[in-house]
């Protein structure tokens, strides 16, 4: 096992982040379609995949979407330290959390995964910075305030670069990516529920493609 600074997963998720200006935010309960699913999203455009912790097959999922050449996968809803040891096992390249803890933030480090850490506030953004975590993600995005809330905070925190999660989707999401601290957004509008039972990955695809394409960073 392999530790992590927080300049270290910074450099890292900075990388992730700087891939695409969309980060799919997945759900997925049924691992059959994970390979085909990520590679979809990746052939569109959309290499960096967060698959979240909440379905029974998560971990199942994640471990099939490492196989995707040219995809990072990364573990999404991590809470707990045997959260981050079971991601990290099943091959995920990064860590995303709702929001964060002093022991969730010394798990990942401890792992060695970059993680991608939750704030909703400007006191909660401080901490993390406290920290040495100038990524972090923005969560509940719009229920928290929206893009005037992260415009608000560019200029007192303009360390941070933000990653705005819940609630966008592709009609708000360059509203986002025009502020100067945004440079991706978390979105699972790219892979609909049914879209995915159906099995139309051509669609999937052609959705990832288009919000590769029509979504630019500032």
Request: some cysteine.
């Amino acid at each position: 096992m392999s530790k992590i600074t927080a300049s270290e997963a910074c450099k890292r998720t900075a990388e992730i982040c700087q891939a695409a200006p969309v980060v799919p935010v997945l759900i997925v309960d049924d691992a059959s379609t994970a390979y085909d699913l990520g590679a979809a999203l990746v052939r569109g455009g959309l290499p960096a995949l967060e698959v979240t912790l909440r379905t029974d097959c998560a971990l199942e999922v994640i471990s099939e979407m490492a196989k995707v050449k040219g995809g990072i996968v990364g573990a999404g809803t991590l809470l707990t330290h045997q959260d981050v040891k079971n991601a990290k096992a099943a091959g995920a390249k990064f860590g995303v959390s709702p929001g964060a803890t002093p022991a969730l933030i010394d798990a990942c480090e401890a792992e060695g995964l970059p993680l991608l850490a939750g704030a909703a506030s400007g006191s909660e953004a401080m901490a993390l910075l406290e920290r040495g975590y100038t990524w972090q993600k923005f969560f509940p995005a719009e229920a928290a305030g929206g893009a005037p809330l992260l415009k608000s905070l560019s200029s007192p925190l303009s360390q941070i670069t933000f990653c705005p999660t819940g609630g966008v989707s592709l009609t708000n999401a360059q509203a986002y990516l025009n502020l100067p601290n945004v440079v991706c957004v978390g979105g699972s509008w790219v892979a609909p529920t049914d879209v995915i039972k159906a099995g139309n990955w051509d669609q999937i695809e052609e959705i990832a493609r288009t919000a590769h394409s029509t979504l630019k960073s500032a």
